[in-house]
């Protein structure tokens, strides 16, 4: 019987090891009759990445997918609740949330990931962690002006008024990927739309003999 190990990039303490399980990452997926992913939902603040992550998952569901959201803001109040914002904290933050996503593919899962995630080698070293076969980096190119007029949690309006310091797309860079897997503008694709592209991106992995 094969044994499982996810992966040995981390460095650990010389009393650590690890004891590799005996069910591999691929026949979890054909127990979900698909191959695991990670989309990886990239935008400005108010671009609509959470309305896309939710709708993809039900959309998933629907079609009897094992699907799962990791929202950026909903890791912060539990298992990123001890980061702040800065730069440290904020790379911190993506790598604990690739991790998870990585654990949960291995689980045989399709993780939705929402994360602003501004900084390309952040972005990359998501992808690194999660490994290239299995990351699908979309992009949500909804400009500025459209994701400010909509402030949806009020933060642009807080960072223009100075209490918000290193605001993505105000006081901080947003870093445009080079090459997304794919792209879309919310101010042009409705969230069906956006969630039937994905659903087709991901069809490829959804035969048995895919896992």
């Known amino acids: 019987m094969a044994l499982n190990k996810i992966d040995d990039r981390a460095d650990s303490a010389p009393q650590v090891f690890w004891h590799a399980g005996h069910v591999t990452a691929g026949e979890r997926g054909r127990q979900f009759g698909q191959r695991a992913a990670t989309v990886w939902l990239t935008g400005l603040s108010g671009a609509g990445k959470s309305t896309v992550a939710c709708a993809l998952e039900r959309c998933l569901v629907g079609a009897g997918r094992a699907a799962y959201v990791l929202d950026g803001d909903n890791l912060r109040h539990h298992l990123n609740r001890d980061l702040g914002f800065s730069r440290s904290d904020r790379q911190e933050n993506i790598r604990r949330s690739a991790e998870v996503a990585k ?11 929402a994360f602003i995630s501004p900084l390309r080698e952040d972005r990359d070293m998501a992808r690194q962690i999660i490994g290239e076969r299995d990351f699908i980096e979309t992009y949500l190119s909804t400009r500025r002006a459209v994701c400010e007029a909509r402030d949806p949690k009020g933060l642009y309006r807080q960072a223009r008024a100075g209490l918000i310091a290193e605001f993505t797309g105000v006081s901080a860079p947003y870093e445009v990927p080079l090459q997304p897997s794919l792209e879309f503008d919310t101010a042009v694709h409705s969230v069906q739309d956006c969630c039937a592209q994905i659903y087709r991106h991901l069809a490829p992995r959804f035969a048995r003999e895919a896992a």
């Open 103 to 113: 654990l949960m593919n291995d689980a045989g899962l399709i993780v939705i990931c």
